[in-house]
């Protein structure tokens, strides 16, 4: 049985909503665009509450409702280590803790 060489894919940052948010995102592949954006400003949470995004890739989504929606509790689940990991370092790259 031979080993499958695999390379980490290429990661690029992106600004949204007019550079108030900063994502780290794979290159190729799905990338967050006007979806991720239009979802975020669809939540209606208020400060206090909690939102939870299942699925949540490099954090797009919650990324912008952090910077919508100050005081609102963020919860990602991702199944995609890679992914997953991403979302942490956004967290971290936009001061969301």
Same mark, same amino acid.
């Given at each position: 049985?031979?080993?499958? =060489?695999?390379?980490?894919?290429? &990661?690029?940052?992106?600004?949204?909503?007019?550079?108030?948010v900063?994502?780290?995102?794979?290159?190729?592949?799905?990338?967050? /665009?006007?979806?991720a954006?239009?979802l975020?400003?669809?939540?209606?949470?208020?400060? /206090?509450?909690?939102? &939870?995004?299942?699925?949540?890739?490099?954090?797009?989504?919650?990324?912008? &409702?952090?910077?919508r929606?100050? /005081?609102?509790?963020?919860?990602? &689940? =991702?199944?995609?280590?890679?992914?997953?990991?991403?979302?942490?370092?956004?967290?971290?790259?936009?001061?969301?803790?």
């Amino acid at each position: 049985m031979n080993a499958v =060489e695999t390379t980490p894919p290429q &990661i690029v940052e992106n600004g949204l909503l007019n550079g108030r948010v900063r994502l780290r995102q794979p290159a190729r592949g799905y990338r967050a /665009g006007m979806d991720a954006a239009l979802l975020a400003a669809a939540v209606p949470a208020l400060p /206090g509450q909690t939102v &939870i995004e299942a699925g949540c890739g490099a954090g797009a989504v919650l990324m912008q &409702i952090a910077a919508r929606r100050p /005081g609102v509790r963020l919860m990602g &689940i =991702e199944r995609d280590p890679a992914m997953a990991a991403l979302a942490v370092e956004n967290a971290a790259l936009n001061r969301v803790a």
